[in-house]
């Protein structure tokens, strides 16, 4: 599996501004790990891939392209077998183009820094369908090998199985993609790329619905004087600081 994706064109100006605006200054960027099992700490990560989302000149989200990789388990990373059943997934096959996660993670996080300051963001937020697995498997990837630029949110993030348990009443990605109108392909299930664009499907169609709320929401907030209709509405009281360029 390539991490290699197509150079995107740069959001225009217009785009940008809309999209430094739409999250706080957030670039949600959706992100999917197959794993040797469900504990962060001790299961190995197997596969990573991280599906950018676009902002259109008017206001329109959508699916961007898809960095994906597979990724050595760590020395002394549990393997369930039962958790390699589902995702079908041979951690040791000699054909596997496997990379260290130090070396996944690099590659995936430069491409994700690069579309931070193309949208002219402040970081990265993680979008996954139940989030909190994600987070947890990157954030212990990341500590385990010592990166140091992590371009995400240590523990915000966008979970899909909200958004689509309340704007669609369904919380399984293969359901909610399926009422959604979208296809489904159950044989593709389970592997970081298709999981990730699926998520990142959901994301921008459950965003799109709610833009007349946004817009709104954003007038109001004007009216209160969070910022002015020229600057990103960017959150200027969080802890966090930009990432580094």
């Not at 740069?10 to 605006?21: W, Y």
């Amino acid at each position: 599996m390539s991490g290699q994706a197509p150079d995107p064109a740069p959001p225009s100006a217009a785009a940008a501004a809309l999209m430094s605006r739409r999250f706080r200054g957030y670039l949600p960027v959706a992100i999917d790990v197959e794993c040797g099992g469900f504990h962060a700490a001790t299961d190995a990560l197997l596969e990573i891939a991280a599906t950018l989302i676009d902002m259109g000149d008017d206001g329109t989200l959508r699916r961007g392209v898809t960095h994906t990789y597979h990724v050595q388990p760590f020395p002394g990373a549990r393997l369930d077998p039962a958790a390699l059943a589902v995702t079908g997934i041979d951690p040791h096959h000699p054909l596997r183009p496997a990379l260290p996660e130090r070396d996944a993670l690099q590659r995936i996080f430069r491409e994700i820094r690069h579309a931070v300051r193309g949208y002219e963001c402040r970081r990265a937020i993680l979008v996954g369908h139940n989030a909190a697995f994600d987070l947890g498997f990157l954030n212990a990837a990341v500590a385990r090998a010592d990166v140091k630029r992590n371009p995400f949110h240590p523990f915000s993030c966008f979970d899909t199985a909200t958004l689509a348990g309340a704007a669609l009443g369904q919380t399984v990605l293969a359901k909610a993609v399926t009422i959604a109108g979208l296809t489904w392909d159950a044989g593709s299930a389970h592997s970081a790329r298709y999981d990730a664009e699926r998520s990142a499907e959901i994301f921008c169609l459950v965003c799109n619905r709610l833009r007349s709320s946004h817009e709104a929401a954003e007038a109001r907030a004007r009216e209160l004087g969070w910022f002015s209709a020229a600057a990103p509405a960017q959150d200027t009281e969080t802890d966090e600081p930009p990432i580094e360029a």
